[in-house]
């Protein structure tokens, strides 16, 4: 019944920035992992980022360190994506999902989360 609406893709150019945002409903997200994950084509899918929702703890990617930056709003139930200095090689379906918290090495595995969102499109123009 846990349902996530992705909103804040576009196209942007090299250098730009974005912010992606996921909404959650349907549920309760006590001790739960929020992440996202993204696809290009001909790509495997790939972890981004991802948030404790109990802590705050985060979690990157290597290739984004530095230019991403994850976000909660417990009020809201909603993630956030902060996407500056974009590169073309971030161009990709953006994928938002939700799991239980199963430790820090468990985050970056898409087999931690249980649903997930209908992804919203990120292309960066060279």
């Known amino acids: 019944q846990v349902q996530l609406v992705e909103t804040g893709g576009g196209l942007v150019q090299t250098g730009g920035s974005l912010r992606l945002s996921c909404a959650a409903s349907?549920?309760?997200?006590?001790?739960?992992?929020m992440g996202w994950f993204r696809q290009a084509p001909g790509k495997e899918r790939q972890f981004v980022a991802a948030i404790g929702w109990a802590a705050g703890r985060t979690y990157y990617v290597d290739s984004v360190k530095g230019r991403f930056t994850i976000s909660r709003d417990n009020a809201k139930n909603t993630v956030y994506l902060q996407m500056n200095s974009l590169k073309p090689d971030d161009t990709a379906v953006y994928v938002c999902?939700?799991?239980?918290?199963?430790?820090?090495?468990?985050?970056?595995?898409?087999?931690?989360?249980?649903?997930w969102g209908q992804g919203t499109q990120v292309t960066v123009s060279s």
């Open positions: 999902a939700v799991g239980r918290f199963l430790g820090d090495q468990a985050m970056g595995h898409s087999s931690t989360y249980n649903y």
């Open positions: 349907g549920g309760t997200f006590t001790m739960y992992a």
